[in-house]
């Protein structure tokens, strides 16, 4: 069974950052299908960002050049480095594949004030 535990969410001005950190544990797990997610109040969960096809990444319009995906395949972690935040970045980051293929861990609240 794979966990995914999430960490490094805050409260931070906009246009401050912030280093979310995904730590996976299981077994048979690949970080290279590993992604971002988040949810906002009263909206569905969205894909922020993903590896694809293993050393390529993806990005969703909302976020693209602002934020960016990394691992640490020695430590078994994903990071989200997130730049110039804004307050509609606000909501709970998840990781996960893209496909959502594992149990959700509890999320990281990122709120971001204006």
């Known amino acids: 069974q794979v966990q995914l535990v999430e960490s490094g969410g805050g409260l931070v001005q906009a246009g401050g950052s912030l280093r979310l950190s995904c730590v996976v544990s299981?077994?048979?797990?690949?970080?290279?299908?590993m992604g971002w997610f988040r949810q906002a109040p009263g909206k569905q969960r969205e894909l922020v960002a993903h590896?694809?096809?293993?050393?390529?990444?993806n990005y969703g319009d909302s976020v693209k050049g602002r934020f960016t995906i990394s691992r640490d395949n020695a430590r078994n972690t994903v990071h989200l480095q997130m730049n110039s935040l804004k307050p509609e970045d606000t909501a709970v980051y998840y990781c996960?594949?893209?496909?959502?293929?594992?149990?959700w861990g509890r999320g990281t609240q990122v709120t971001v004030s204006s």
């Open positions: 996960n594949t893209q496909y959502g293929t594992y149990p």
């Open positions: 299981g077994s048979r797990f690949s970080l290279y299908d």
């Open positions: 590896f694809i096809s293993g050393s390529g990444t």
